[in-house]
């Protein structure tokens, strides 16, 4: 239950951020004064600045909640199971099934660098100013090589909330039947579609010359 709420709430945020990222098709001035509202959020009842840290103490608590329930959900299936199963795979499950667990260490150790680069260090890899939002992100999307690490990220976002929302739909009890169990099918796909899809724009037309 803890894996799946947790989970959903990082949908749910993603989906906002994604949103957001898409703003760099505006431009400079559309793009930056989006990253200034974000700071303004609740202003005057929160401090400057405030709603974005209360946000980034909600998600941190969120990721070692949901890293924990994994940890404890992996090792719970060792446990059951000393001895590899000697029949195949069933031939239903899906790669992305396989690989939530690579795939949750990947995104991981993408989320370390993506913090580094945008928002903790804010490395801008050309060597040119940091303190503009559009133009690190368009210096850091303009490398090739920083693209192409984010692509594989988002492929391994894809595949994550594929079968999260399909795995967090049967904890929640929302599969109860053949009708049920495809619209939530349905649903991991189309999310994992314009999450992943979406974010994997703003890279890819800079990379290309499109947003500069």
């Known amino acids: 239950m ?6 959903l709430l990082f949908v749910l945020y993603v989906l906002a951020h994604m949103y ?12 930056n004064e989006y990253a200034h509202h974000l700071r303004t959020l609740g202003e005057p009842v929160l401090p400057h600045g405030g709603f974005l840290w209360i946000a980034r103490a909600v998600l941190l608590v969120s990721l070692v909640v949901h890293v924990y329930a994994a940890v404890v959900l992996w090792r719970r299936k060792e446990r059951a199971r ?4 000697v029949m195949r795979k069933p031939k239903n499950s899906t790669f992305s099934s396989h690989w939530m667990r690579w795939g949750g260490v990947t995104l991981l150790l993408f989320l370390i660098w993506h913090l580094l680069n945008f928002t903790v260090g804010k490395i801008n890899v050309q060597g040119g100013p940091t303190d503009d939002p559009y133009d690190l992100l368009v210096d850091s999307f303009d490398t090739w090589w920083l693209t192409l690490i984010y692509l594989v990220a988002m492929g391994a976002l894809a595949m994550h909330i594929r079968h999260g929302v399909w795995s967090a739909s049967q904890t929640l009890g929302l599969t109860n039947n053949a009708r049920a169990r495809r619209n939530a099918n349905v649903l991991g796909v189309l999310l994992a579609t314009v999450i992943a899809g979406g974010f994997s724009l703003v890279p890819i037309f800079t990379l290309f010359g499109v947003i500069s």
């Open 2 to 7: 803890l894996m799946a709420v947790t989970g």
């Open 82 to 85: 000393s001895q590899k199963y």
């Open 20 to 31: 957001g990222n898409l703003k760099a098709f505006s431009g400079h001035d559309a793009f």
